[in-house]
């Protein structure tokens, strides 16, 4: 059986040998694949392409634990009065705004809930950098819930935001504010948003790399055991 096995192996060995071969072309062009996965990471690696943004702060804010996979990230503040706010963002589309950092906005999510009530206020907004501050944010709907899971499509949430008074346009921004959704927060939510995906940008580098490095090996390998 380990005979049979090991016959097995070369046969595999020698069609794998025998494709490269025929297709020299395309090890070539693997190798200058493989030369610009590498040059890409180190680019990347070197590069602080950030360096001039405003990074803010949590405040009183704490982070979920995060992961590089997750697209995400999600930050919850509670108050002495129990009341709490829960943030999500997200990366959202580019920008194509001259002279700005970050080539993309964000999508943000704020949700308040008090203590005593199961209702929500839940509002969606959208982050975006500003030259002369670091951000800015801007409301695009705002929600009254009756509890967590009125959240079925169908059900009536209010009016559209822009449909709002302008004053009540406002103070609802205002109260968000207050609540700590200034701009210390939305310059972090936008920095550390960006340094993530750049941090998954290289890791997918360095699988791809790594991707290309073991079929060498593997290659090598086919060769040393038909000697």
Not at 191 to 210: D, S
Request: aromatic share 10%.
């Amino acid at each position: 059986m380990m005979m049979l096995g090991r016959v097995r192996e070369v046969k595999q060995s020698v069609v794998h040998l025998r494709h490269l071969c025929h297709n020299p072309q395309r090890h070539i062009q693997d190798l200058e694949l493989l030369k610009c996965f590498k040059s890409e990471i180190q680019f990347e690696l070197s590069s602080n392409h950030f360096q001039n943004a405003q990074t803010g702060s949590l405040g009183d804010f704490v982070m979920e634990p995060d992961s590089l996979s997750s697209k995400d990230v999600v930050l919850r503040r509670k108050f002495d009065s129990g009341e709490e706010v829960a943030v999500s963002a997200i990366l959202g589309p580019p920008n194509y705004e001259e002279g700005t950092v970050f080539p993309r906005d964000a999508f943000m999510k704020v949700c308040v809930k008090k203590p005593t009530l199961s209702s929500i206020l839940q509002f969606d907004c959208g982050v975006h950098e500003e030259t002369d501050k670091g951000s800015d944010f801007d409301i695009y709907n705002a929600y009254y819930l009756r509890s967590p899971t009125f959240l079925k499509p169908s059900n009536y949430r209010g009016p559209l935001f822009s449909t709002l008074d302008n004053e009540l346009q406002h103070a609802l921004k205002e109260y968000l504010i207050v609540k700590g959704i200034g701009v210390s927060l939305t310059n972090f939510l936008l920095h550390y948003l960006h340094k993530r995906e750049q941090e998954q940008y290289v890791n997918w580098l360095k699988k791809g790399e790594a991707a290309f490095l073991a079929t060498e090996g593997s290659l090598r390998q086919s060769v040393e055991g038909l000697q």
